[in-house]
C-alpha cells in the first residue's frame, strides 16, 4: 500500500503527462441536467380516407435529445372515432373526443381513428414540455403549443386531387410515384397553422399560415423543370419544385415544406448532408436560401424541413463533402512500375504520437485510481 | 405525599419528553413527489398517471409545475455518489434543502452556485463574517461538525432537510461524525460525508455535490480552473530529485502527518513525515530543515488591512528567536514562513483554499521554478474570491494570509 506521500511521488512522475489530459478525463462524467426543449410536435394524418375507412394518424416528435416527457391532447373531429394505439395503455386515456398522450422517451406515437360515411373534419391538438423548468406560473395551459390543424375530408380522394403517375420532365435517379398533387383548404383561419401531408412525393407535408381568413384555398405541388428563364442556384440541384397557394386573395401566406431526398442522390454526389437546402426562387430578389433543417430519416431516405416566407419556384440543392473530394484527389495513384520499397518501421522520434497517447492514457488510469481516492483526513492541527 | 407524588410524576414526565424529543420515533422518510408506491422512484406508469389528468383538465388535477417537477424527478432521478467516507448515497429528488455543519460546505456549494436559499442550517460559529456576510439570518446548527449536541440533532430534524453534509475527516482530537450520521439516519435523513479541504480531494468532492445539486456545468468550470494550476505546479515539482527539507508546525513541536501531501506537491519533503502530535524539540535540530513553516489559526483574514502583519510578524520572530533552533539553516537564511487557517487544512476552520497554501509553498520552496510571471497566488486567490465565490473582496487593499509573501 502507497503511503500518502509516495502517492505524492508518484503523482508527480505522472504529471506532466496528466497536464494536458486530465481536463479531458473530467469532461463527461456526469449527466448534466441540460435539457434541450421540444421543437415541436407534427400530425400526419391522410388528408382523404375513405368512407367508414379505418386510418392511421402519427404524431412526430421533433427533439434534440433524450429524455424526453411531453403531453399531448389531442381532439378528433366530430363523426370521426377513436379506435385504437399502439402507445403504452396506461399512458393515454380517451375522454369524448379528446385523446391524451404521456409521451416518455419516445419520438413517435400513432393511433387509429374510424372516418364517417361523409363529411370533413379538423384535427387539432395541443402540446407541453414536461422536461423544461421554469419559473412558476399560477397557469393553465400559458405555456402550451399547437400543433397544426389537419383537415380530413371523407371520400373521393380527400381534401385535394393527387394527379399520380405524371412524371417530371427530366427524370432523375430517382422519381417519385407522384409527381404533381393539389389539396384544397376550405377554412383557413388567420394566424392559424394547417398541415397537409402528401404521399410518395417530394414533399411529404406543407403547413400554411395565413395572415387573414381564407376560404376555399387551394395548394398545388409539383416537380418541374427549371425554365430557362430562371437562374442556376448555388451548388448541385437535386429538384425543382412549384407550390402555388391558390385563391388566398391578398393574404400573405407563410408555411413549412418537409421534403425528402434520397441517401443514394447523397451518396452518389458526395454531397454533405448537413448542406442540403430549400431555395425559394422570387422573380425580384431571385434564388433565396430557406433555413433547413434535417427532421429524420428512414433506410432510402433523409427528411428536411424548411420555412419560407411565401410559396413559388423552389430547389433541393447540397454542397459537396469538401474533406471527401479532397481525400479522394489527394489519393496516390501507384505507379503500374513501381518497385516496392523496404518498409521502415517509423522510430519513436519520427512518430510520437501513438506511444505518447498510449503513455497518457495509461497514466491518466493511474491519475484516476490515486489522485481522485477519497477518504483522506485532515485532522485538526 | 400527593405533593411529592406530584413532582416525582411531573420529573419522570419531563424525563420522558426529553427522551422522546432526541429519539426518532418518527422518521421523517423520504417522500418523493408523484411516488405513489413507496419506493422513491417515479416510474413511467406513476408519471403518465399524473400527465393524463392535467392534459385532459380532469377535476382535481396537477398544476404544471407540480408535473413538471415529477417529470423531471423521473428522468433525472435516482442519483447515485460515493460520499468521502466510501459511502454510496442516493438522491431521490431534488435537494432544496441542505445544512451544511462545517464552513468547507457553505464554500463548496457557493463553488457550484448553489442558492443560498437552498442552505437551511449552518455551523453556529467558525463562519468568518468577511466570507460569509450573507448567512447572519440562516438557522444555527451547533458549533463542531464532529460533536453536534441532541439539541443540535433535534435542530436539524426540525430544519426537514433532504441532505445534511457532515465531514468526512477527522475532526479535533481525532472525533468523527459518525455518532452525528447514525443519529441522524435514525431519523430517515440522507447524510453525505465530504470535508473538502484537501488539494487532491476537493475535485472529486466538487464534481459529485455538482450531480447531486443538478450543478455539473459549475462543478466542471471550478474543476478544470483548480486543477489547471494544481498542474501547472506538479508539472515542475515532479522533476525535482533534491526535495528541500521543510519543517511544519501547527503548535510548538506539533506536527500533522496531514501536511505532507502539499508539502510534496510543492517540492518539499516533511521532514516529520508520516509523524503525527507532538515531537520531541531536540529533533528538529537533528533533521536541519532548510525551510520552517508556521500554521496559524486566525478568525481575522479578510477583516484586516492587506499591510496589517503585525500578527504573523510577531510568530514568525517568536519562531526566529528561539534558541534551539538558531543553528539551523532554515532560522540562519529567515526561511521561516506563516501561513494561516484560510488557506491551509486547518480543520475546522479552514476552507476550500488548500490550492492558495500550495502557491505560496511552491514560490516559497523554489523561487527560481516560480516567478510571479508563472505563478501568482494573490492574483489566484483574488480570481478564486471573485469568479468562485462571488465576493467583492479587494485582495490589494483587504486580507493577510501569508508572511512574509516572498
Not at chain 2, 429528488?93 to 468547507?104: D, E, F, G, N, Y
Amino acid at each position: 500500500m502507497m503511503g500518502k506521500s509516495g502517492k505524492w511521488k508518484g503523482l508527480m512522475l505522472l504529471s506532466l503527462f496528466v497536464l494536458l489530459a486530465a481536463t479531458v478525463l473530467l469532461v463527461g462524467t456526469a449527466t448534466a441536467v441540460t435539457h434541450t426543449e421540444v421543437e415541436g410536435v407534427t400530425r400526419y394524418a391522410p388528408a382523404g380516407p375513405a368512407a367508414d375507412e379505418e386510418f392511421e394518424v402519427t404524431l412526430r416528435i421533433s427533439y434534440s435529445e433524450l429524455p424526453l416527457v411531453v403531453g399531448i391532447v389531442e381532439t378528433i373531429p366530430e363523426g370521426f372515432r377513436f379506435v385504437s394505439t399502439t402507445h403504452p395503455s396506461d399512458q393515454y386515456e380517451v375522454s369524448g373526443q379528446k385523446v391524451a398522450f404521456a409521451v416518455i422517451d419516445e419520438t413517435e406515437i400513432t393511433y387509429r381513428v374510424k372516418a364517417p360515411s361523409s363529411g370533413e373534419g379538423t384535427f387539432t391538438g395541443e402540446w407541453v414540455d414536461l422536461l423544461v423548468l421554469s419559473p412558476k406560473l399560477e397557469e393553465g395551459k400559458e405555456r402550451w403549443e399547437t400543433i397544426a390543424d389537419t383537415i380530413v375530408i371523407v371520400g373521393g380522394g380527400g381534401a385535394g386531387t393527387i394527379d399520380e403517375g405524371v412524371t417530371a420532365p427530366t427524370p432523375t435517379p430517382f422519381v417519385p410515384a407522384v409527381t404533381k398533387a393539389s389539396r384544397s383548404i376550405p377554412v383557413m383561419e388567420a394566424g392559424k397553422e394547417v398541415a397537409m401531408v402528401f404521399e410518395d412525393m417530394d414533399v411529404s407535408m406543407i403547413a400554411l399560415k395565413a395572415d387573414k381568413n381564407v376560404s376555399d384555398a387551394k395548394v398545388v405541388v409539383e416537380r418541374v423543370e427549371k425554365s430557362v428563364e430562371i437562374p442556376e442556384p448555388s451548388g448541385i440541384g437535386y429538384i425543382y419544385l412549384d407550390v402555388e397557394v391558390e385563391n388566398a386573395g391578398d393574404a400573405k401566406i407563410e408555411g413549412r415544406i418537409e421534403f425528402k431526398v434520397p441517401k443514394s442522390w447523397i451518396a452518389d454526389n458526395s454531397i454533405d448532408e448537413a448542406t442540403v437546402t430549400l431555395s425559394r426562387y422570387d422573380k425580384d430578389d431571385g434564388w433565396g436560401v430557406l433555413a433547413t433543417s434535417k427532421t429524420g430519416e428512414d433506410a432510402d431516405f433523409a427528411y428536411f424541413e424548411a420555412d419560407t416566407p411565401g410559396f413559388s419556384t423552389f430547389a433541393v440543392t447540397g454542397e459537396k463533402n469538401e474533406e471527401a473530394v479532397e481525400a479522394a484527389a489527394a489519393t496516390p495513384t501507384p505507379a503500374a512500375t513501381s518497385t516496392p520499397s523496404p518498409t521502415t518501421p517509423p522510430s519513436s522520434e519520427e512518430v510520437p504520437g501513438f506511444e505518447a497517447i498510449f503513455a497518457t492514457v495509461s497514466l491518466l488510469i493511474v491519475y484516476t485510481v490515486m489522485f481522485r481516492k477519497k477518504g483522506k483526513g485532515g485532522d485538526m492541527k | 405525599m400527593r405533593k411529592i407524588l406530584g413532582i416525582v410524576l411531573v420529573t419522570v414526565l419531563l424525563a420522558s419528553a426529553g427522551l422522546l424529543a432526541v429519539t426518532p420515533a418518527t422518521a421523517q422518510g423520504i417522500i418523493v413527489p408523484g411516488d405513489k408506491n413507496e419506493d422513491k422512484i417515479v416510474s413511467e406508469e406513476e408519471l403518465a398517471s399524473v400527465i393524463i389528468p392535467y392534459m385532459l383538465g380532469e377535476p382535481e388535477h396537477l398544476g404544471l409545475d407540480e408535473v413538471r417537477e415529477i417529470a423531471h424527478i423521473h428522468a433525472y432521478y435516482p442519483r447515485t455518489i460515493t460520499d468521502s467516507a466510501d459511502r454510496e448515497v442516493t438522491i431521490y429528488k431534488p435537494i432544496k434543502r441542505v445544512v451544511c455543519t462545517l464552513a468547507h460546505h457553505i464554500e463548496a456549494l457557493r463553488i457550484i452556485k448553489v442558492s443560498k436559499d437552498t442552505i437551511v442550517g449552518v455551523p453556529s460559529s467558525s463562519l468568518d463574517p468577511d466570507f460569509f456576510p450573507e448567512f447572519d439570518d440562516v438557522q444555527g446548527i451547533g458549533h463542531l461538525a464532529w460533536d453536534l449536541s441532541s439539541s443540535d440533532i433535534e435542530m436539524i430534524v426540525a430544519l426537514e432537510p433532504d441532505v445534511v453534509l457532515l465531514p468526512a475527516a477527522t475532526g479535533p482530537w481525532h472525533t468523527t461524525a459518525d455518532d452525528e450520521q447514525e443519529k441522524l439516519e435514525a431519523f430517515g435523513i440522507t447524510v453525505i460525508r465530504f470535508t473538502f479541504n484537501q488539494v487532491e480531494t476537493i475535485p472529486e468532492e466538487i464534481e459529485e455535490s455538482g450531480y447531486i445539486f443538478e450543478k455539473e456545468d459549475e462543478a466542471e468550470e471550478f474543476i478544470d480552473w483548480h486543477d489547471d494550476i494544481l498542474n501547472s505546479i506538479l508539472e515542475k515539482t515532479s522533476r525535482i530529485e533534491n526535495k528541500t527539507k521543510v519543517y511544519s508546525e501547527h503548535s510548538d513541536y506539533e506536527v500533522s502527518k496531514a501536511d505532507d501531501d502539499i508539502i510534496a506537491a510543492a517540492g518539499g519533503k516533511d521532514v516529520f513525515e508520516g509523524k503525527e502530535n507532538e515531537i520531541e524539540k531536540e529533533a528538529v535540530p537533528l533533521k536541519n530543515p532548510v525551510i520552517i513553516l508556521r500554521a496559524v489559526y486566525r478568525e481575522e483574514g479578510y477583516g484586516l488591512d492587506a499591510d496589517d502583519t503585525a500578527a504573523l510578524e510577531e510568530v514568525r520572530d517568536y519562531i526566529l528567536d528561539k534558541e534551539e533552533l538558531k543553528d539551523e539553516p532554515a532560522v540562519e537564511n529567515e526561511s521561516v514562513y506563516i501561513v494561516t487557517s484560510h488557506v491551509w487544512t486547518f480543520l475546522p476552520y479552514s476552507g476550500c483554499r488548500p490550492l492558495i497554501g500550495l502557491c505560496y509553498l511552491a514560490k516559497w520552496f523554489h523561487p527560481e521554478l516560480f516567478p510571479d510571471t508563472e505563478l501568482d497566488p494573490k492574483a489566484i486567490h483574488q480570481e478564486y474570491l471573485t469568479r468562485f465565490q462571488g465576493l467583492n473582496i479587494d485582495l490589494d487593499e483587504k486580507g493577510v494570509f501569508v508572511y512574509p509573501e516572498e
